[in-house]
């Protein structure tokens, strides 16, 4: 079956530009994970969302990263006045429930600010 | 591509040889723990878990290990494949939702 997907996979921005990255999770996944990966590390917890309701936002770095889940199925996360330190691959992942239940990952957004 | 864990300690097998790879986690009260295999240009792939309940757990080719006691974690990978040579993350889950990851260990598998 379809796994997580997310768009655009690359993104080039010059500093200042806002940018909104996409993620869909697997059909029926109530919880979705919003994942930060500099080069060389392993992933960051940004947010996460169950259903619609944003359960926690304390990895986001500051007040220009922003995530929505309107309709409890797609997210999307969007940086304002975006700066060279958010340059990173952002990864969306997705569970079934919540509580420990299996994360799956998409293959992430890799943006480049310039 | 991209290029994933730069410079990160890396383990080199030959094809054919079993391989461990080790984590040390950091948060005494995490009760679920994960191993994922990461490819260049590519998001963490699920391998296999455990909770923290159990102190051995076995897939296809791979077992993970938990010792709670010094909070160490391994992943035994039999009959390393070229396929196999990835960059590997555990992650821990400490009553939250979110997950904790490390490190990672590069893999690369010789012929």
């Known amino acids: 079956g379809a796994g997580v997907s997310q768009s655009p996979r690359y993104k080039v921005a010059k500093r200042g530009q806002d940018v909104a990255l996409r993620c869909d999770p697997i059909?029926?996944?109530?919880?979705l994970f919003w994942y930060q990966q500099a080069l060389g590390q392993g992933p960051e917890f940004l947010t996460y969302?169950?259903?619609?309701?944003?359960?926690?936002k304390s990895g986001l770095p500051s007040d220009r990263f922003f995530a929505e889940r309107p309709e409890g199925s797609v997210s999307t996360l969007k940086i304002q006045r975006t700066q060279q330190e958010d340059s990173a691959v952002y990864l969306c992942?997705?569970?079934?429930?919540?509580?420990?239940?299996?994360?799956?990952f998409g293959p992430g957004t890799r943006l480049t600010v310039l | 591509g991209e290029s994933v864990g730069l410079h990160l300690p890396t383990l080199s097998v030959q094809e054919g040889d079993n391989s461990i790879i080790n984590c040390a986690y950091s948060?005494?009260?995490?009760?679920?723990f994960i191993w994922y295999k990461q490819e260049s240009g590519k998001g963490p792939q699920f391998i296999i878990d455990?909770?923290?309940?159990?102190d051995k757990r076995q897939g296809q080719r791979v077992t993970v290990l938990l010792n709670k006691t010094v909070k160490h974690l391994s992943l035994q990978i039999a009959a390393t494949q070229p396929g196999d040579s990835a960059v590997y993350f555990c992650?821990?889950?400490?009553?939250?939702?979110?997950?904790?990851f490390g490190t990672g260990t590069r893999l690369q598998v010789f012929p």
């Open positions: 992650a821990e889950s400490p009553h939250t939702d979110k997950l904790i």
């Open positions: 969302f169950q259903n619609e309701a944003q359960l926690d």
């Open positions: 455990i909770r923290s309940n159990m």
């Open positions: 948060n005494s009260a995490s009760d679920y």
């Open positions: 992942a997705s569970s079934l429930g919540g509580g420990g239940d299996t994360q799956y």
């Open positions: 059909s029926g996944h109530v919880s």
